[in-house]
């Protein structure tokens, strides 16, 4: 008898405890700081959030451009480093071209001469990168924003209404991306969106990663592997040509893990049109839809892996080549190869090439996709 007692009071106690246990856990996934981030030109208020992990990760996120602005991971002996590239002040961003961590979209990458036709109705969009369409307006946009922790870890919801119309694409886009830092060292992207008129839609985040902290030197020596047998080759102007390559027996082949400067800057026309790499990978994701490891970058002397694993079918991997002396975050100046972009999304130009999986988001339908950076040492 009186074992039962001592064993049910154990046992109370114990369920208690651990009661006691998640609601200080969820209360501190829930906490999530906010800053004031500075005005925009335009006179609108943008904050900067701090999401924080139990293992003392932090991504700090503003809602101007869904941008994050710092990300810190540590080491293999345990130290901390700001592993993304950006500015410190809201003014940088506004005036920056480089898309520095920022939500990229209505249409990311490029589409050719800036005009696709849907539905029979040719659309016409502004020119930014020479005679193409690139990466839209959504990274220079003040987005709403909710603190929508859960138990998976601190989440930011971020909204926007693109109007129907905005940089020339039909349909009153309404979109929501929710980032979540997990307590497995993940940064979580949750992209969504809905349309009242048949649009084309391709979203990414435009990170730019250098595993051995942001302007610590260039990122020729880290190391990559990405699971696609394939490439989408491109023109002088970085509009696939069509062609769905078979990276094998070329510099683009990184379907073991290769080390990222070891061919870039090899006598072959692909490197050379895009200025090192610059392209767009089709990834061996066969059931396109659900998560798929993508990519795995390493950096040898920190010891800091991040794994991509993505739902999108392609994946575009730039190498920094159009940095040029940047003044960044802390005083640090980004020269050209400082970073890597590892930019999960449909493959550049599909509103002009059907047989590309399809870009088109039709009135009624619901978009989703996801995307994990993964951080680990080894
Ligand atoms: C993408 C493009 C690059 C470059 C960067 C932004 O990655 O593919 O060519 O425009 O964005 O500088």
């Not at 998560?291 to 970058?297: P, S, Y």
């Not at 920190?302 to 575009?316: A, D, F, M, N, Y």
Request: charged content about 20%.
């Amino acid at each position: 008898m009186v074992k039962l007692r001592v064993t049910t009071t154990f046992i109370l106690g114990f369920l208690t405890a651990t009661i006691f246990v998640s609601v200080l856990q969820a209360e501190a996934n829930s906490k999530m700081q906010k800053q004031p981030f500075g005005k925009t030109e335009d006179g609108q208020q943008t904050d900067l959030y701090l999401l924080t992990n139990k293992n003392g990760v932090e991504a700090a996120i503003t809602n101007y451009g869904g941008t994050v602005v710092t990300l810190k991971v540590p080491d293999r002996n345990g130290k901390f480093d700001d592993v993304v590239l950006g500015y410190d002040k809201l003014e940088d961003y506004e005036a920056g071209k480089a898309y520095f961590g920022a939500i990229v979209g209505r249409y990311a990458n490029r589409i050719a001469h800036a005009k696709f036709t849907l539905d029979g109705i040719t659309y016409t969009l502004p020119k930014n990168d020479g005679d193409n369409h690139l990466h839209g307006v959504f990274n220079k946009r003040v987005w709403n924003a909710k603190d929508v922790s859960s138990g998976a870890g601190q989440a930011l919801e971020l909204t926007y209404l693109s109007k129907d119309g905005e940089d020339g694409f039909p349909g009153n886009l309404s979109v929501k991306v929710v980032y979540t830092l997990t307590n497995q060292n993940e940064l979580k992207i949750d992209y969504s969106a809905t349309t009242d008129k048949d649009t084309v839609l391709n979203l990414t985040n435009h990170c730019y990663f250098n595993l051995a902290g942001q302007g610590n030197g260039d990122i020729l020596q880290q190391q990559l592997m990405i699971r696609a047998d394939r490439f989408t080759p491109v023109d002088a102007n970085l509009i696939p040509t069509g062609e769905l390559r078979k990276v094998k027996g070329s510099p683009f082949d990184f379907t073991t893990s290769t080390v990222i400067g070891a061919r870039i800057d090899q006598d072959d026309e692909q490197l050379k049109l895009g200025k090192g790499y610059d392209h767009n990978w089709v990834l061996n994701n066969s059931t396109a839809g659900s998560l798929f490891v993508a990519a795995q970058a390493y950096d040898s002397h920190s010891g800091r892996q991040l794994e991509v694993s993505t739902t999108e079918p392609g994946l575009q991997f730039y190498t920094g080549n159009f940095l040029d002396g940047i003044h960044g975050k802390g005083g640090k100046v980004y020269n050209r190869r400082y970073a890597f972009c590892l930019e999960t999304q449909h493959f550049p130009d599909s509103p002009n090439h059907p047989q590309f999986p399809s870009t088109v988001l039709r009135r009624g339908q619901h978009f989703q996709s996801t995307t994990v950076y993964k951080f680990s040492t080894k």
